[in-house]
Antibody, heavy 118, light 110 residues
Framework: QVQLQESGPGLVKPSETLSLTCTVS????????WSWIRQPPGKGLEWIGF???????DYNPSLKSRVTISADTSKNQLSLNLRSVTAADTAVYHC????????????WGQGTLVTVSS | QSVLTQPPSASVTPGQRVTISCSGG????????VHWYQQLPGAAPKLLIY???QRPSGVPDRFSGSKSGTSASLAISGLRSEDEAQYFC???????????FGGGTKLTVL
């Protein structure tokens, strides 16, 4: 079965770039959409954006100016970069398969907590 | 504030039935499928109901979903202690061209 695992620094300084990787095992990223979602502590989930395996992307307008999602088919990995972070970007970040156009998000990674603090 | 509205919490006793609501609008629930997820503490969210009422393989028939207009509901019958979790709804939003979520409902089995 397909499994997703997020990884990256747990602490990022304000104004710097948050960079996370999602490693997919048990299946190929080819042929699918892949989404990033985050959940600030005590708050609801927020869709960040998605990427098609061939590189096509779309982002939440509220984050579009600061976010880049990419895919590496040779490594079977997805990446998330969020620039100029503030404390408001502190959240658990999840990657998940699909979610586009009415398809369910399944499966999800467990998520990784990123804290923005000096 | 989440685009989809759910009650923040619900408490029930074992064996009872609970219904969790999810309210949205015409650009999301009103025009697209609703999906429901279960999240146990420290675990990845798990798909519970997809396309309004479909159950993935392995999900017990104690879990059921429905949708009417711009609202949807998740019903859980014969509640067990292991059902204690966070439940949230999600739907595609045509205006956002992205996924919107409910704020989540924390279910406590007393």
């Amino acid at each position: 079965q397909v499994q997703l695992q997020e990884s990256g620094p747990g602490l990022v300084k304000p104004s710097e770039t948050l960079s996370l990787t999602c490693t997919v095992s048990g299946g190929s990223i080819s042929g699918y959409y892949w989404s990033w979602i985050r959940q600030p502590p005590g708050k609801g989930l927020e869709w960040i954006g998605f990427i098609y395996y061939n590189g096509g992307t779309d982002y939440n307008p509220s984050l579009k100016s600061r976010v880049t999602i990419s895919a590496d088919t040779s490594k079977n990995q997805l990446s998330l970069n969020l620039r100029s972070v503030t404390a408001a970007d502190t959240a658990v970040y999840h990657c998940a398969r699909d979610g586009v156009g009415g398809q369910p998000l399944q499966p999800w990674g467990q998520g990784t907590l990123v804290t923005v603090s000096s | 504030q989440s685009v989809l509205t759910q009650p923040p919490s619900a408490s029930v006793t074992p064996g009872q039935r609970v219904t969790i609501s999810c309210s949205g609008g015409s650009s999301n629930i009103g025009n697209n499928y609703v999906h429901w997820y279960q999240q146990l503490p420290g675990a990845a969210p798990k798909l519970l109901i997809y396309r309004n009422h479909q159950r993935p393989s392995g999900v017990p028939d104690r879990f059921s979903g429905s949708k009417s207009g711009t609202s949807a509901s998740l019903a859980i019958s014969g509640l067990r202690s292991e059902d204690e979790a966070q439940y949230f709804c999600a739907a595609w939003d045509d205006s956002l061209s992205g996924v919107v979520f409910g704020g989540g409902t924390k279910l406590t089995v007393l």
